[in-house]
T-cell receptor, first 115, second 116 residues
């Protein structure tokens, strides 16, 4: 069964600190892996998208890595800010180049950044 | 550039009623997909529409339906509402169909449905 598991479920860090969120998936073969940020009361916003051949992708203070062999991805946040407080969702698109593919979502990691 | 617009943002219904939610995609985007988000299950795929045709459907009962118009605007309908249908319903649009490459979805703010 295709699944996406995220850890930790929630995380609290101090402003200015770094943190890493984990995503493990069993989807195979897959086309791409995405990380989204969802603020409370808002829709998810795309942070990064990586194909199976990419190892890393950065977007400002956000850096995503992908290990297709171990089926793991991580999202590293550098020098956290209060505005980073949100839910971070890992999403996998299965079956490369096959239109009509349903995305598989992780349940997200809730990050709280405190001052 | 206007984003994805969903209406209404909030609504309250009672069991047995039906509801229709609307989604206006980004101009030029032909694919519209719908998702249900609940605290326990996270985001779950409902269906995707492209060029007025349903291209893919998630594992939801037939009470959940949708359609897409020629201008790419989409509606979803839930009939005979149940308490468990209370959720945030998100719409996302993209230039191409899901699965046709690294397709970036742009989500709307969602419609929060409460069923009493």
């Amino acid at each position: 069964k295709n699944q996406v598991e995220q850890s930790p479920q929630s995380l609290i860090i101090l402003e200015g600190k770094n943190c890493t969120l984990q995503c493990n998936y069993t989807v195979s073969p897959f086309s791409n892996l995405r990380w989204y940020k969802q603020d409370t009361g808002r829709g998810p916003v795309s942070l990064t998208i990586m194909t199976f051949s990419e190892n890393t992708k950065s977007n400002g203070r956000y850096t995503a890595t992908l290990d297709a062999d171990t089926k793991q991805s991580s999202l590293h946040i550098t020098a956290s800010q209060l505005s980073d407080s949100a839910s971070y969702i890992c999403v996998v698109s299965p079956r490369p180049n096959q239109a009509g593919t349903a995305l598989i979502f992780g349940k997200g990691t809730t990050l709280s950044v405190s001052s | 550039k206007a984003g994805v617009t969903q209406t209404p943002r909030y609504l309250i219904k009672t069991r047995g009623q039906q509801v229709t939610l609307s989604c206006s995609p980004i101009s030029g985007h032909r694919s519209v997909s719908w998702y249900q988000q609940t605290p326990g299950q996270g985001l779950q795929f409902l269906f995707e529409y492209f060029s007025e045709t349903q291209r893919n459907k998630g594992n939801f009962p037939g009470r959940f339906s949708g359609r897409q118009f020629s201008n790419s605007r989409s509606e979803m309908n839930v009939s005979t509402l149940e308490l468990g249908d209370s959720a945030l319903y998100l719409c996302a649009s993209s230039p191409q169909r899901e699965g046709a490459g690294a397709n970036v979805l742009t989500f709307g703010a969602g419609s929060r449905l409460t069923v009493l």
